[in-house]
């Protein structure tokens, strides 16, 4: 399958895109990373879901990746309004506004449902891959599930947090394994998976802003965020997608499957918040039954 990347410009910064497939026919499938500012690495596997009538396209949102770096940004440049608009954009750029479907992951579910929620024209059928539907949820399942490790790793990681030592190797170690229990249990992670963490760790000007220093330690301007109230306005066939052992917890998405009219839920019993690493095959075949 033939891929091309190109740039697009908007008020000076560059988003890099990458299309794999024919946009000419059938329809494509737009993937949001998560993050905010994982870039796409970690979702790169999902060119497989490309097909003669189906494109796929990668982006790396702005913040991150291969697209423009902002660090010196204030805080208040860092809104969901940003990267709405930056979406809005790519798909008029690609001349495929009137005709997508949306995948979105974790942070990616989240910008791709306030993105339904607006009703574009053109949307077809939304993915909302392992995406809670409001921050408050998320951490209350986060602390619930942070009170299941063991008593010496809970210690470290409340003791750093006090002191706002993020990068100390013990809070690290403490972080991992929470990680390698709700967020990707392929371990170790595969190269792709590896290299989003790399980056992020590299540039965490988006991740530190929106979030947080963690998955679990959510201190950023993304803290209110919630579509809970207005999930009830996504008109489009919905598929909602979790891990049994998912940092993203049922509690998280239940108020997706309460209010979407039109709604499926589909969850994977051997994986995390990565079902498409950790179970590829099953993956893909819920996700493409969905499309078809």
């Known amino acids: 399958m033939t891929s091309t990347e190109g740039r697009l410009t908007i008020e000076g910064r560059e988003t890099w895109y990458r299309v794999t497939g024919d946009l000419s026919t059938g329809v494509p499938l737009v993937l949001l990373h998560g993050g905010p500012g994982a870039a796409h690495d970690y979702l790169d596997s999902l060119t497989r879901l490309a097909s003669e009538d189906r494109a796929v396209i990668h982006y790396d949102q702005v913040g991150c990746g291969l697209s423009t770096h902002l660090p010196e940004a204030p805080k208040e440049f860092w809104t969901v309004q940003l990267f709405l608009d930056e ?27 306030e993105h339904a929620i607006t009703r574009p024209k053109g949307l077809r059928k939304l993915i909302l891959s392992n995406s809670p539907a409001s921050i408050a949820l998320w951490v209350s399942e986060a602390n619930r599930l942070r009170a299941d490790l063991d008593p010496a790793t809970q210690e470290r990681l409340t003791r750093y947090e006090a002191l706002a030592e993020y990068d100390n190797p013990e809070y690290l170690e403490a972080v991992q394994v929470f990680y390698d229990r709700h967020v ?13 963490f790399r980056q992020m760790g590299e540039d965490p000007t988006v991740y530190m802003t929106m979030n947080g220093p963690t998955e679990f330690h959510c201190i950023g301007s993304l803290v209110d965020w919630s ?17 049994h052992y998912d940092e993203a917890t049922p509690a998280t998405v239940q108020p997706f499957a309460d209010a979407i009219p039109d709604v499926r839920w589909h969850i994977f019993e051997n994986s995390s918040h990565m ?18």
């Open 87 to 113: 979406l809005s954009a790519l798909l008029a750029h690609l001349g495929i506004a009137d005709n997508y479907d949306v995948l979105g992951q974790s942070w990616g579910g989240m910008l791709g449902a």
């Open 184 to 196: 990707c249990r392929v371990i170790p992670n595969p190269e792709e998976v590896q290299r989003s």
């Open 227 to 243: 579509v809970v109230d207005r999930v009830h306005q996504i008109e489009v066939p919905t598929l909602l997608l979790s891990g």
């Open 275 to 292: 079902p498409f690493v950790e179970e590829p095959e099953a993956f893909d075949e819920v996700v493409l039954n969905f499309l078809q």
